[in-house]
């Protein structure tokens, strides 16, 4: 059983456009964690958060975690063909594991065409 | 945060035969991780490497098919023992960035071909 699903799972949008990506769970997580990876490297961290309710903007790209720390959002205004990459939630401490643990989604495979 | 070296980037390995993969991280950390990543699979955690104690496995994953060495505070390798075509996936290693940012820094993943 998948513990945080992600949708979509692909995306392909145009320059300029908006996007939402989906992460929902039924368990509660210490922190909630946003990637990027691209082909070939790691991932890399764009954003934690950890308080329920908070929101963090990072330029062009904002992050939400639910009031009750099951789920988290990410919103990109104004997509750009650099923002292209595979784009993972990933929650610790879910059901009741380490806090050191990270359980990743399927991930978003986002594509932005000039 | 820390700078990990991984290699192999790649490489295509022969049924049955054994790949180790190394980290290097560029400082000290006590808690490393070995993850694997399959095609359209989201990363699964394989184990916790501990300097000076065995590493602990997560369900799936056992020691005679993915032993893992720790020898010191800035050094693991991951073995994949009698591969088969099954065991092909990006193999990552991570850290965590410092203890009060929750998250993670990753090596560049060694992608496993077996033929």
């Known amino acids: 059983t998948q513990l945080l699903e992600q949708s979509p799972q692909f995306l392909s949008i145009q320059e300029g456009e908006n996007l939402t990506v989906y992460c929902n769970s039924s368990?509660?997580?210490?922190?909630l964690q946003w990637y990027r990876q691209e082909p070939g490297e790691g991932p890399v961290l764009l954003v934690t958060?950890?308080?329920?309710?908070e929101v963090k903007k990072l330029k062009r790209l904002t992050f939400q975690f639910g009031d009750a720390r099951k789920d988290s959002s990410l919103h990109i205004t104004a997509a750009q063909p650099g923002d292209t990459g595979l784009y993972l939630c990933a929650g610790a401490g879910g059901r009741g594991g380490s806090n050191y643990k990270l359980t990743f989604g399927k991930g978003t495979l986002l594509t932005v065409n000039p | 945060s820390a700078v990990i070296s991984q290699k192999p980037s790649r490489d295509i390995c022969q049924r049955g035969t054994s790949l180790t993969i190394q980290c290097q991280v560029d400082s000290q950390v006590t808690m490393m991780f070995w993850y694997r990543q399959q095609p359209g699979q989201s990363l699964t955690l394989i184990a916790t490497?501990?300097?000076?104690?065995?590493?602990?496995?997560e369900s799936g994953f056992v020691i005679d098919k993915f032993p893992i060495s720790r020898p010191n505070l800035t050094f693991s390798t991951l073995t994949v023992s009698n591969m088969s075509p099954e065991d092909s996936s990006i193999y990552l290693c991570?850290?965590?960035?410092?203890?009060?940012?929750?998250?993670?820094?990753f090596g560049s993943g060694t992608r496993l071909t077996v033929v």
């Open positions: 368990s509660v997580f210490s922190s």
């Open positions: 991570s850290v965590p960035k410092t203890q009060t940012d929750y998250g993670y820094t």
């Open positions: 958060v950890v308080t329920g309710g």
């Open positions: 490497a501990n300097q000076g104690s065995e590493a602990t496995y």
